[in-house]
């Protein structure tokens, strides 16, 4: 049973840094179109962004673990597990709309629907696993940031 338990934990971190391969192959690199937009004095440099995400995947791995370990046969960890596929799949789908079809509105709208799905997620993991929830914290606060960000090429952009 004990390697079941490091089986869902290397499954755990692999969902979200899979999602986000995926999501990359459909993209493609930002590219010149990026370059060129118009942005918002507040957008960080693009360096930024890889080791970021890369911490929010982990924090989102462990909480996507400490949730799974209390067991799929209690509805509400089933519940709380979807809602946080649900928002990886928000998560998943922005790349390929920004960058690979150059939608900047679409993925504002999308990225709202992440928000909210975040939030979700983070109510539902609070009744499961608190540290969980807490987990996920920086995450609604980064994509809060990447909203505005998102909103803000669109209007500099339009």
Request: proline content about 6%.
């Amino acid at each position: 049973m004990k390697s079941f338990k490091y089986i869902r934990l290397i499954l755990s971190f692999a969902l979200p840094f899979s999602a986000i391969l995926i999501a990359s192959l459909f993209s493609g690199p930002p590219g010149q179109w990026y370059e060129s937009l118009n942005k918002p004095p507040f957008n960080p440099p693009g360096w930024i962004f890889g080791p970021a995400w890369t911490i929010l995947y982990l924090m989102m791995g462990i909480a996507f673990f400490l949730v799974w370990q209390k067991g799929l046969k209690i509805k509400d960890v089933k519940i709380a597990l979807t809602l946080f596929l649900i928002q990886l799949t928000f998560n998943a789908a922005w790349m390929p709309i920004f960058f690979g079809y150059q939608k900047i509105f679409i993925a504002f709208i999308d990225i709202i629907l992440l928000w909210f799905a975040i939030l979700l997620t983070i109510i539902k993991f609070w009744n499961i696993s608190k540290t969980a929830s807490i987990l996920l914290i920086p995450y609604i606060l980064w994509v809060t940031f990447a909203s505005v960000i998102n909103l803000s090429i669109w209007i500099l952009n339009s």
